[in-house]
Each structure stands twice: as C-alpha cells, then as structure tokens.
C-alpha cells in the first residue's frame, strides 16, 4: 500500500467500473443453482478439531436429526 494514499472514504465509483457498459452482466445469475443445495457455516477452531470435513459435519448433524426426531415421536 502506498504511503501517501489518500485514505479519505469516497463512495463514487470510478469511471473505469462501469459495469453498465458490460454485455450479458447479469447481477446474480448463478445464484438459484446454489438457492437448495448448499450453505457456508463457519466452525469454531474446537469444533472444526472434532469433525475434520464436511462429511464428517454432514454426518453428525444427520445422527442429530434423527435423535430428536425420535425424541420428539416419543414425547407425543
């Protein structure tokens, strides 16, 4: 980073991004594929330690699921 930046928020956007110019700039347009099918969770460092991947992750909350649907069955 420059020293002598100008460090001073501007929120213009400068000329060079333009993006109304862009042919086929569609804002989004992959987006439905992941709308279903997938989420980002973050894991704290403690519990990234016990399930290594997302399989593993996967897996467990799957287990879970069950124990309480279970639970719930027999609640009633």
Request: glycine share 2%; proline share 1%.
């Amino acid at each position: 980073m420059k020293q002598n930046q100008d460090t001073e928020e501007n929120d213009d956007m400068r000329e060079e991004y333009d993006f109304s110019r862009m042919k086929d700039g569609i804002r989004g347009k992959d987006a439905s594929v992941f709308e279903n099918t997938a989420i980002t969770v973050l894991l704290d460092s403690d519990v990234a330690k016990v399930f290594p991947n997302s399989q593993a992750v996967n897996e467990a909350l799957r287990t879970l699921a069950r124990v309480l649907s279970n639970a719930e069955i027999n609640a009633q």
